[in-house]
């Protein structure tokens, strides 16, 4: 699955993520992406998350501005695989569009930090930003991969395996 677009690890750690969200699509009927049950929770729902935060990502490129308590969350997405197959394919070509030169651009990070609280802004930078999405992507990549479990299908594990533990797991020989 491994994707390098060679513009910065992080842009292609993201670009990777969101490929294995598509390779997960292919493993799964869409009931399972948008219907849950009595017993597990739908898929779906995990994935428009993920890219709603990417969406908001980019709206925010422009002003130099990301909240990600903005998210659009399109009920569509969470229901119809192939409207979130369109949208993730669009946020990785607007993802291999970003330069190398950009990744230090700062960014100021609105979001609520705790309840009932006003939003806190921190300042960060574009490839700061785009490691947060991957890991978070690869996060929710193991919880659906438990939730495809529980309905018996398949995923293979290294779709969840932080980039992290993969690299650890090869320096030890695992």
């Known amino acids: 699955m ?13 670009v990777e993520s969101c490929a294995r969200c598509l390779a997960v699509l292919d493993l799964i009927s869409p009931e399972h992406y ?5 017993q597990t929770p739908a898929i779906g729902p995990h994935f428009r998350h993920c890219i709603d935060h990417y969406l908001c990502l980019l709206r925010g490129l422009d ?3 990301v909240d ?3 998210r659009d969350r399109d009920e569509r997405i969470e229901r119809d695989p192939e409207r979130f197959r369109e949208v993730t394919t669009d946020v990785i070509g607007q993802l291999t569009r970003l330069n190398a030169d950009s990744m ?3 960014i100021r990070i609105g979001q609520l930090a705790a309840p009932e609280s006003e939003p806190s802004y921190v300042a960060s930078t574009l490839a700061r930003e785009l490691l947060f999405l ?5 996060h929710h990549l193991a919880i659906v991969s438990l939730i495809a479990r529980m309905r018996g299908i398949h995923i293979p594990e290294r779709v969840s395996v932080a980039y992290s533990t993969a690299a650890y797991r090869a320096t030890a020989g695992q």
Do not use: K, L, M, N
Request: charge should be negative.
């Open 63 to 65: 002003s130099g501005e």
């Open 134 to 138: 991957s890991g978070h992507t690869i």
């Open 2 to 14: 491994s994707v390098s677009i060679a513009v910065h690890p992080a842009v292609d750690g993201c």
């Open 34 to 38: 948008g219907t849950a049950s009595e």
């Open 104 to 106: 230090q651009r700062p």
């Open 68 to 70: 990600y308590d903005a």
